[in-house]
């Protein structure tokens, strides 16, 4: 049977004036529009940890893109115009909260209802645990204070909830059902990542058991309240924090009280963070046969990626298991 002709009314100065070109036109431009349609959203995200798991999601796809990096605290950042520029281009934003990025829901409030957004403090699957009052802590079981999501006014949630491996894995699966119905051409490789991820995730949680088991009822001071979830989910013994507000320093009245909550503990270390000054914690433990060492909860000095919170996790259990232990101690 013969093709039918195709007919061409091109004139000599166009571009494609022989008609034996049009197929090809044709395939080129509906390849063009299948790739406009497969593009990838565009992805922010506030705080390195929850990159990283962001990342990770979208790995082999995108890469999202991060606000604040670790080596920066979020209680006090202010948004670069660029950044703000950013978030109103935005397809998805993904944060936890209010408690912790207190610089979002100002401009969250401006975007276009088209932008969507997690916030991971309202995952139903999240559990979540109250802050700590006065800074100054009575020994917790373990399971103390265990909340989901549902039973919490915001103003009363510990933020710091991608600490607890188990949280990690919430917000994977959250982050990658949402890709997949934002960007079902790519639904696949979300779904294969996440998986590899819950899977990763279930590794590090038991890792992080048999790391931590030996220093479980050692006593240690922190500087700030970010560690709730990583003490409840492995019964670590924090006795309290040298400040309540990370953004504002102790007073004498505080670290006074502080020196003598050390005596009486008997509290092995001290915990600076390297996105705040040490000079506080050097004051508190002079005098006393206490070690001092740093726990980073954002990953300051890393590299920004998928790796970066199982690399964060395993430093802080190193961290502790390093200053909590004895000489001769492996912290298994």
Known sequence: ???????????????????????????????????????????????????????????????????????????????????????????????????????????????????????????????????????????????????????????????????????????????????????????????RNSHALLNRLEVLDAQLKRRLDGVQRVPYLVFHDAYHYLEARYGLNAIGSITVNPGRKPGARRISDIRQKVAASGARCIFSEPQFSASVTAVISDGFNVKTAVLDPMGAGLASGPELYFELMRNLAASLVGCLGHEGDSGH
């Open 1 to 191: 049977m013969k093709a039918p002709a195709v007919i061409c009314k091109a004139k000599p100065h166009k571009l494609f004036a022989n008609c034996s070109m049009w197929p090809v036109v044709l395939v080129l431009l509906f390849l063009g529009l299948s790739a406009q349609a497969a593009e990838p959203p565009q992805v922010v995200v506030g705080i390195a940890p929850i990159h990283s798991l962001v990342a990770g999601v979208m790995a082999g796809v995108a890469e999202p893109q991060l606000l604040v990096r670790g080596n920066v605290s979020p209680h006090a950042y202010m948004l670069k115009p660029s950044q703000v520029r950013r978030l109103h281009r935005a397809d998805l934003v993904v944060w936890v909260g209010e408690s912790v990025e207190s610089f979002l829901p100002r401009v969250l409030r401006n975007l276009s209802p088209t932008t969507q957004q997690i916030k991971l403090m309202d995952l139903p699957a999240m559990v979540l645990l109250s802050p700590r009052e006065g800074g100054l802590w009575r020994e917790q079981g373990e399971g103390d204070h265990e909340h989901h999501a549902e039973h919490h006014e915001h103003g009363s949630v510990d933020g710091h909830l991608w600490l607890d491996p188990q949280n990690a894995r919430v917000i994977v699966a959250a982050v990658a059902a949402r890709l997949s119905a934002i960007d079902a051409a790519h639904a696949d490789q979300y779904q």
